[in-house]
């Protein structure tokens, strides 16, 4: 009699950790596939701030250049003007590629 019940007891404790081995696989599953979500939308919001950032660093740089190279920019720029003043003067045109500009 002694050996009946222990099998019952085997056999209701294996029955009960197969029900908790399902359930656990079952909530590992769910939780795996939440945090991949999550990890998703945060990975990309992340993505866009980087860009974001990285854009503004290259747009800060391009300005501290200008800013920095105000003077040899303005230089050149005058430069650029002197040259077709004179060439209006002297009555030629010039021409940048099949265009002209004065």
């Given at each position: 009699?002694?050996?009946?019940?222990?099998?019952?007891?085997?056999?209701?404790?294996?029955?009960?950790?197969?029900?908790?081995?399902?359930?656990?696989?079952?909530?590992?599953?769910?939780?795996?596939?939440?945090?991949?979500?999550?990890?998703?939308?945060?990975?990309?919001?992340?993505?866009?701030?980087?860009?974001?950032?990285?854009?503004?660093?290259v747009g800060?740089?391009?300005?501290?250049?200008?800013?920095?190279?105000?003077?040899?920019?303005?230089?050149?720029?005058?430069?650029?003007?002197?040259?077709?003043?004179?060439?209006?003067?002297?009555?030629r045109t010039?021409?940048?590629?099949?265009?002209?500009?004065n």
């Open positions: 009699m002694s050996s009946i019940l222990s099998s019952l007891n085997d056999l209701l404790t294996s029955f009960l950790s197969l029900i908790r081995s399902i359930l656990q696989t079952f909530y590992d599953v769910v939780h795996a596939g939440v945090s991949a979500v999550l990890n998703f939308v945060a990975g990309f919001a992340n993505m866009l701030a980087e860009t974001v950032k990285g854009a503004l660093q800060s740089g391009v300005g501290r250049f200008i800013v920095g190279n105000i003077v040899v920019l303005a230089v050149l720029g005058a430069a650029a003007f002197g040259y077709l003043v004179v060439q209006r003067r002297k009555g010039v021409t940048v590629g099949d265009k002209k500009i």
